[in-house]
């Protein structure tokens, strides 16, 4: 062979290898008095398209690099104008051919200089990167260091030697792609750089090298047992405790343990002879015990979120502000466990759960899914080439984070399938760390874990699993140890635009089953990158948007919250449906019930205060005492007497309402008191339905616009000039029976059926299971272009019918639907019927009237649940009462449009004018309300929030059915309970002007 075409030895970013020339892994720590520089800041930066593209010439101090781009360091260089970032979910997005990475590979090369303060005291110094992706090579003072892969750990090199006072230089070369790519195949952006922090620190003689503390309780006798295993040897104090020992000696003392709920610290000091560490000591125990997964001896319940790390402008690059940000919110949210999917978080992130109080599943910077794809031929995690390179990742991990109380367990990694790979990781985590149970979902034998996890599993089968009834393995001594497992799911809810449904579902059987511990949703966040249009219109980037020739589209925005962090409609609905406190109810009998959910608190720290509404208006309030309740008791209390009534009698007209709310007595470190952690509500004794009050609030001028009809209104419908119909307050073509006036409103789109809605995520469901495709199934059955056949126009003596065939083109079925509208002095009613005709073989996506009213009816008042969105089955947080919004404030901003916005049980809704002038519909039964700037299909077509362009017309749904959300996008779809079938149906709104005096 011609020796230029024999193949060259693999470089050392494709060789599988962890890499070369790092320290052993040890502890992180965030401070101590040991000297440390930050090496953040403006780093000279080149691009290159190729891994060799240079020579390692910029590597000596003397080159130059004055004319590169200033580039801030952390931060990943696409998110910074050098090349772009690109979204895949499972493939690689280059060729699978292990450990070979393409020759285009995006290189950037990083220089900085740096002085050593003028204290500086010599010897002994380590060079800490926290996280680089995916493979650096490095060099100080033109001395090569070495090259590391695993790019959300943090790696060291030792470089006292070569350290000068003033004029250092540090070289990274940094390339996006390498062997260690292979293993980073998680579901998120590709963004190489260096992301998290640079730092030198000193290393006095006699500092820490590491050190492991072993903090437990035991809650039989309240005490705590501490040993602090440091090398070197030294001591360890903790005052408030009255410890002082000597390293590796341990001592027993009586200790408030640590909880995710009650994070309860010691302050204490590690020492050596060359340094000093302050520690925060957390004592408490994790064990798996008789099946169930205990901390300090109690079983826990998961209320979980998967976290990635995200910015919608920086990528996975956090700050502590935003880390904190994130627990404060999921707090505030009653959210107590976080799966850090699918990588070890920053590590100050882990301090903060430490104070905050979280359960923390830590899991390994480790996924190879695209192999799925190729049948896992050549997976990394069954080829022992790799386990070096896997064993590498597990210990760096493990030593890292290990002295956090908050991590209560280790997860190897996600989807990797399964191989020997892996088990190595598990026994070399439980060798080093026997006190902390292994999670790992994608081997269903359990072979190398402790609880028994799954993803999207439906909850027939969580019922099934909670019962230690499901199906069985084919190996019956896996089976047997897998049933003896906990059960946790590590993924479930599927939080994919509008949803996830069936959370309160999930949550009754977690309750139920002692196996079930809960899970966690996936997931925190949608990362979506802040883009601009050209005409300078804000916007959330998804895959696809920076022209990926492969992408996965918005399959990377399926968070709890927006990528700003602002929370959407999931997240409200999954504080309610998690909320440690149960408070519920019985307004004719005059009590409430209060039950303590937690696992560990009581409920002193709260305050509970009552109020009854009427019609949505607060007649009283007070005051409830709730005793200081035990975990899992409950208390059966008397409700006040109020105003107007015996204890639980409406006072007034309307119907009355108690709320009973829980909140923080005091301050916390993540919220102020005052703040509502639970909140229950039950309909008072005997509620008077009363027709709803017509007067605005406020009172203005006389109408401004001509009115078409005259008063008195008509009870008869008459034929008018003009070819109209008069009836009551309404005026209609007499052709079609199109409403064309109600009053003196002008209406801009006459009301009729509708039962399209612009597909959720979960609408559209994904290729796993065909039938749950809704979004293809309604448009093959045509609903998305219904027309409307009007068969007939009749004015009778009372009435004027309408009746119309909706129906889609090329098929054969129908809805036949008739209006029939009468009158009252100054109102409208409207009764629909609606008759399937066909063979429906889909639900409908909603059924209900739409309207259109003219654009300046933009205030809206309603009565019924609230404040925020609502769909059958994402209805757990909605509460009735009175509130005041505008059409805008209604639209939930998912980062690709859907269906959004609509709320639940509407009695009455008012709409207003600037001047007070506008219309009330009431419904019989209650409906759904939606409003907005445009119409369902013009929602449909939009596929950034840019291009939803509001219109002159604001769009009323009324609707009588919604199909439920369901987790369709990447699991179960909505429970049958909450599918809307075709069939029959009869509602009825009525419309009126609202009084201005
Ligand atoms: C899971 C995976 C996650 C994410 C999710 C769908 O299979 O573990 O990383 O891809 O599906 O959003």
């Known amino acids: 062979m011609h020796e230029a075409l024999r193949p060259a030895a693999v470089p050392y970013y494709e060789d599988p290898s962890p890499g ?14 040991a000297r440390y520089v930050s090496l953040n800041g403006a780093w000279r930066f080149r691009l290159s ?43 690689y997005p280059f060729p699978v051919d292990p450990p070979r990475v393409p020759t285009e590979n995006p290189t950037g090369d990083h220089r900085r200089s740096f002085d050593l303060p003028d204290d500086w005291p010599g010897g002994a110094a380590l060079l800490r990167f926290d996280g680089v992706e995916s ?10 260091l070495g090259t590391f892969k695993g790019s959300r750990l943090p790696v060291e090199f030792e470089v006292g030697e070569l350290l000068r006072p003033r004029g250092n230089v540090l070289a990274v070369r940094v390339h996006q792609w390498s062997s260690g790519s292979y293993l980073e195949d998680q579901d ?4 190489p750089g260096i992301f998290r922090e640079v730092t030198l620190i000193e290393r006095p003689e006699g500092s820490v090298a590491d050190f492991f503390v072993h903090a437990d309780y035991d809650h039989v006798t309240g005490a705590g047992t501490l040993r602090v295993d440091c090398e070197p040897g030294g001591s360890v104090s903790v005052p408030e405790l009255g410890l002082d020992l000597a390293t590796g000696e341990s001592a027993t003392v009586p200790v408030e343990p640590w909880s995710a709920e009650i994070p309860r610290l010691y302050d204490a000091e590690l020492a050596t002879e060359g340094e000093r560490i302050p520690l925060r000591v957390g004592f408490r125990t994790v064990a798996v015990e008789d099946g169930v997964f205990k901390v300090n001896g109690r079983r826990i319940l998961l209320r979980g979120v998967n976290r990635h790390e995200f910015h919608p402008d920086h990528g996975r690059v956090l700050d502590l502000e935003t880390m904190r940000q994130d627990l404060v919110l999921m707090k505030r949210h009653n959210i107590n466990a976080v799966r850090t999917s699918h990588y070890p978080p920053h590590p100050a992130f882990l301090d903060l759960c430490d104070e905050l109080g979280m359960w923390i599943v830590d899991e390994c910077d480790l996924e190879t899914h695209g192999f799925e794809v190729i049948g896992w031929r050549g997976n990394p995690v069954d080829d022992e080439r790799w386990t070096p390179a896997l064993l590498d990742r597990a210990a760096r991990m493990v030593e890292r984070d290990k002295n956090h109380p ?3 367990m280790w997860s190897l990694g996600n989807e990797c399938g399964t191989g020997r790979g892996l088990s190595a990781m598990a026994s070399w985590i439980r060798d080093r760390d026997p006190d902390r149970p292994i999670h790992y979902e994608g081997d269903p034998s359990c072979a190398d874990t402790d609880v028994y996890s799954r993803m999207y599993a439906d909850h027939a089968e969580v019922a099934l699993i909670g019962r230690r009834t499901e199906l069985p393995l084919p190996d019956a001594e896996s089976d047997a140890k897998r049933r003896s497992l906990p059960f946790i799911l590590c993924e479930y809810a599927h939080a994919m635009g509008n949803g996830p449904g069936g959370l309160s579902e999930y949550q009754r059987l977690f309750e139920t089953h002692e196996r079930c511990q809960g899970g966690f949703v996936w997931e925190w966040i949608d990362h979506g990158l802040r883009q601009r249009t050209r005409a300078g219109v804000e916007f959330f980037a998804y895959g696809g948007d920076f022209g990926e020739e492969l992408h996965d589209g918005n399959f990377v925005c ?41 696992d560990f608190a009581d409920l002193s720290p709260l305050s509970f205060r009552w109020t009854y509404e009427v019609e949505g208006d607060a007649v009283d309030s007070g005051d409830l005492e709730v005793p200081a309740l035990a975990p ?31 909140a923080l007595a005091d301050d916390t470190g993540w919220a102020p008191a005052g703040h509502e952690v639970a909140w229950g509500q039950f309909a008072a004794a005997a509620s008077t339905t009363t027709a709803p009050r017509t007067s605005a609030a406020s009172t203005s001028a006389a109408p401004t616009s001509a009115a078409p009809t005259e008063a008195p209104h008509t009870k008869t419908p008459r034929r008018a000039e003009g070819g109209v119909v008069l009836l009551g307050p309404g005026t209609f073509d007499a052709a079609t029976g199109a409403l064309r006036y109600l009053d003196h409103f002008q209406i801009a789109g006459a009301p009729r059926l509708d039962v399209w809605r612009a597909p959720t995520d979960n609408d559209a469901g994904s290729g796993r299971h065909p039938d749950l495709q809704l979004d293809r199934r309604w448009r093959e059955a045509g609903l998305h272009r219904m027309r409307h056949r009007l068969d007939g126009v009749a004015i009778g003596a009372d009435a004027l019918t309408v009746t119309t065939r909706v129906a889609p083109a090329a098929g054969d079925i129908g809805l036949r639907t008739v209006f029939t509208w009468t009158a009252t002095d100054d109102r409208l009613r409207l009764t629909v019927d609606v008759t399937p005709e066909g063979d429906w073989t889909v639900p409908l996506p909603r059924i209900g009237l739409r309207l259109g009213v003219c654009g300046s009816l933009d205030g809206v008042e309603w009565f019924g649940g609230g404040p925020g969105e609502a769909y059958p089955d994402t209805r757990a947080a909605s509460r009735i009462g009175r509130y005041t919004s505008t059409v805008d404030a209604l639209q939930t901003p998912y980062v690709r449009p859907q269906e959004n916005g609509a709320r639940a049980d509407v ?62 996008s990447c699991g179960p779809g909505a429970l049958p309970q909450h599918w809307l079938t075709a069939a029959p149906a009869t509602f009825s709104f009525t419309f009126g002007a609202l009084e201005t005096t």
Request: include cysteine; charge should be negative.
């Open 558 to 598: 399926d968070g709890l919250v927006f990528p700003d962090r602002t929370p959407s409609p999931g997240l409200i609905e999954y504080k309610k449906v998690i909320e440690p406190v149960r408070i519920d109810g019985d307004g004719a009998a005059g009590i409430v019930r209060v039950t303590n959910g937690y």
């Open 406 to 408: 908050s991590v209560v």
């Open 188 to 191: 998120m952006w590709w963004l």
């Open 20 to 33: 070369s020339g790092a320290l052993p892994p040890r502890a992180w720590w965030s401070t101590s008095d």
């Open 135 to 144: 493979c650096a090579r490095v060099w100080l003072n033109g001395a090569e």
């Open 632 to 662: 899992g008791a409950t208390a059966e209390l008397k409700l006040p007497r109020v105003p107007g009534g015996g204890s639980g009698t409406p006072a007034g007209e309307g119907e009355a309402w108690w709320t009973v709310r829980a």
């Open 907 to 968: 009695r009455w809704v008012r709409l207003r004018r600037e001047d007070g002038q506008g219309l009330l519909i009431t419904g019989d039964p209650d409906f759904w309300f939606a409003a907005r700037r445009w119409t369902g299909e013009q929602l449909d077509t939009a596929e950034h929030t840019y291009d939803l362009t509001p219109s002159e017309t604001i769009w009323l749904n009324l609707d009588h059915g919604q199909q439920g959300i369901g987790s369709g």
């Open 49 to 91: 398209e190729t891994a060799d593209a240079h020579g390692d010439d910029f590597a000596r101090p003397e080159f130059d690099a004055t004319r590169w781009d200033l580039l801030p360091v952390p931060a990943h260089w696409p998110l910074q104008g050098h090349g772009s970032p690109a979204y895949t979910n499972v493939v």
